[in-house]
């Protein structure tokens, strides 16, 4: 079983920045991609960034030049630090790790403040 578990989630005025952390522990042999998702009052879930076990990064346009992903391969942990936060960044920020199966976080709110 695999655990993940988000934190750095806060209230931030806009224009401000917040850094996300997730951790993916466990019985983890490999692990592939790690990514992030959000999910808005009243919307779908949808894809934020995603960073491959090489460092290879995709974002969203929605926040490319805004969002940078990395991750600690060593610790099973990925970043999602956000600068320039707008009101629209706000929603439940999901962590999604890769394994031989998908695993998922609780989530984590953001609150961007206009």
């Known amino acids: 079983q695999v655990h993940v578990v988000e934190s750095g989630g806060g209230l931030v005025q806009a224009g401000g920045s917040l850094r996300l952390s997730c951790a993916a522990s466990g019985s983890i042999f490999s692990m592939d991609d790690m990514g992030w998702y959000r999910q808005a009052p009243g919307k779908e879930r949808e894809f934020v960034a995603i960073i491959t076990s090489g460092g290879t990064t995709n974002y969203a346009d929605s926040v490319k030049g805004r969002f940078t992903i990395s991750r600690d391969n060593a610790k099973n942990t990925v970043y999602l630090q956000m600068n320039r936060l707008k009101p629209e960044d706000t929603a439940v920020y999901y962590c999604?790790?890769?394994?031989?199966?998908?695993?998922w976080g609780q989530g984590t709110q953001v609150t961007v403040s206009s």
């Open positions: 999604r790790a890769r394994t031989s199966l998908l695993y």
